[in-house]
């Protein structure tokens, strides 16, 4: 998977900051420009209005306008010297006018289908919590989670944005799973583990047909973030650096988000009891680098024990050993 082109591109695509720069400078260079190239630079207008529109996008029609006619006034006086006739400058005032608005309303529809997307995931993510009360909130906890450490591990923009995404749904796969054994309160049999375990590439299965969760890395979290660094995770026994980086990231938020959660199985676990948990397993269930700094962040204060439904009930499993209890289930 090449992810650093895919992200780098969309990364400065949404970079509103970039066109207006760009803007800037493009404008500031056309009477350079026209000097060391005294052919036509329709190309070079093209491109200045296309950064205009772009990075002004959320600007009022009136600002846009404004801009648009200092560029046209600043060809006018490049190339006809101050004095331009006045059908050309207002035909020239439309034509630009177009390419700005254009640009402008298909970054909006852009940011648009950005922003669908988002709310989409979120309410994907809240259905599938709800069929259990025990795990509300769970997918929208590994996410908060996930994001602080994707930002302090320094991830760009774009790919914590993907972690979160990714986080939200790294669990969609439950929906293949019936709902007796997600909610069992007692010990599951070895079929109902397995069925269980099947979970991530029911997940992959369902979301694997839409290209952009392929290209940023999303598939890669909900495959694989029950992986685990020593090899001995699954769905595929994938070891270490084998593993994505985004999935090791989720690996860590999701087994904080469970034992600090509880469940119907048993209570939440102590923060003391999780610090040691997750330390002991450096190195063997998660990546050492990425668990030492969460523990770090939570250390800090940075990131808190999630909060869950207050009604949920105990129920005690005495001399039953549950499968459950470091995985996110």
Request: net charge neutral; aromatic share 10%.
């Amino acid at each position: 998977m090449k992810l650093g082109s895919s992200l780098s591109l969309e990364s400065l695509l949404v970079n509103i900051t970039f066109f207006r720069y760009g803007f800037i400078i493009l404008l500031a260079l056309v009477p350079f420009a026209a000097s060391v190239f005294p052919q036509d630079l329709s190309s070079l207008y093209i491109l200045t209005l296309i950064f205009l529109g772009i990075g002004f996008s959320n600007s009022k029609v009136v600002f846009l306008f404004l801009l648009c006619v200092i560029v046209v006034s600043t060809r006018t006086i490049v190339d006809d010297g101050f004095v331009g006739h006045m059908g050309a400058v207002a035909c020239r005032l439309f034509t630009f006018s177009m390419v700005v608005f254009i640009s402008a309303n298909l970054a909006r529809h852009y940011r648009k289908i950005k922003e669908s997307k988002k709310e989409l995931t979120i309410a994907l993510a809240k259905a599938l919590d709800s069929r259990d009360s025990f795990t509300a909130n769970h997918s929208e906890n590994v996410a908060n989670v996930a994001l602080k450490l994707a930002k302090e591990m320094n991830l760009s923009a774009l790919q914590c944005e993907a972690v979160y995404t990714g986080s939200l749904l790294h669990d969609i796969g439950k929906i293949g799973v019936p709902e007796h054994i997600l909610i069992k309160p007692t010990g599951l049999t070895a079929e109902e583990y397995e069925r269980i375990k099947s979970h991530p590439e029911i997940g992959y299965e369902t979301l694997k047909h839409i290209a952009d969760f392929k290209t940023t890395g999303i598939l890669d979290i909900v495959l694989h973030h029950h992986e685990r660094f020593d090899g001995k995770g699954y769905p595929k026994g994938l070891k270490g650096g084998g593993i994505s980086l985004f999935a090791r990231i989720v690996a860590v938020a999701d087994s904080f988000d469970a034992m600090a959660s509880k469940r119907l199985y048993r209570d939440e676990m102590a923060l003391s009891k999780i610090v040691d948990e997750i330390d002991r397993h450096k190195g063997t269930q998660y990546d050492p680098q990425i668990a030492g700094i969460f523990l770090n962040l939570l250390k800090n204060g940075e990131i808190q024990v999630p909060s869950h439904p207050a009604d949920a009930k105990k129920h005690s499993i005495e001399g039953t050993v549950d499968k459950r209890h470091f995985t996110s289930w």
